[in-house]
C-alpha cells in the first residue's frame, strides 16, 4: 500500500510470481510505524552529507532514524530471503532509481537507492535484488526467476 493509502499492485508480481515463491509483502516505513495514510517523503542529500527521508511538503519531518532502527531489526528475517523485490522510485526501497534531492528540493541526482535498498544491498549480498519497473518486460522477468531458482537451489 502507498503512502497516500492507495493500491498500485504489479500485476505479474500478484499473479505469477507466487507459483514460483512464497511472497511476503512488506513496508518499511510502515513497518517503522508511519502509518497510512502519511505524508509524501523523498530522499534528501543533508548538510551533514548523508542521506535523509524527509517530508515532501516538511522538510523539517525526517524519518530516517525510525527506518534505521527498523531496518536494524530485520537482520534476522532477511537472512532468510532468496529474493526481494522492491517498489521503484521509494525513498526507502528503491533500487537504484530513486531521484535524489537537496534541502531546498532541487533534484541533484536520479537512479540512487532507496536507504533501505542500498542498506540491503551492502548487508545482504546473497539475496537476488530487483526493482518492481524491472519486472515489465519478460526477459527480465525470466532472468528474475532464473536468479530465484538459482538461490533457492543453493540452500
Known amino acids: 500500500m502507498r503512502y497516500d493509502g492507495a493500491s498500485r499492485p504489479h500485476a505479474w508480481i500478484r499473479d505469477r510470481l507466487p507459483r ?4 511476503r ?7 517503522a510505524g508511519l502509518g497510512v495514510p502519511r505524508p509524501a517523503v523523498q530522499l534528501v542529500r543533508g548538510d551533514d552529507g548523508r542521506l535523509h527521508v524527509c517530508g515532501v511538503d516538511d522538510p523539517r519531518l525526517d524519518v530516517t532514524d525510525v527506518l534505521r532502527q527498523w531496518m536494524e531489526l ?5 537472512q532468510r530471503l532468496d529474493a526481494m523485490v522492491f517498489k521503484s522510485r521509494s525513498p526507502s526501497c528503491g533500487l537504484a532509481s530513486t531521484p535524489l534531492f537537496d534541502i531546498n528540493g532541487n ?3 536520479t ?3 532507496g536507504v533501505y535498498a ?6 545482504f549480498p546473497e539475496i537476488a535484488l530487483c526493482d518492481d519497473a524491472w519486472l515489465g518486460e519478460k526477459s527480465r522477468q525470466a532472468q528474475f526467476l532464473a536468479l530465484l531458482q538459482k538461490k533457492a537451489g543453493l540452500r
Open 20 to 23: 514460483y515463491a512464497e511472497i
Open 25 to 31: 509483502p512488506f513496508c518499511p516505513e510502515t513497518g
Open 74 to 78: 530485520q537482520t534476522v528475517e532477511l
Open 107 to 109: 533534484v541533484l541526482q
Open 111 to 113: 537512479g540512487v537507492s
Open 118 to 123: 542500498a542498506w540491503v544491498q551492502a548487508n
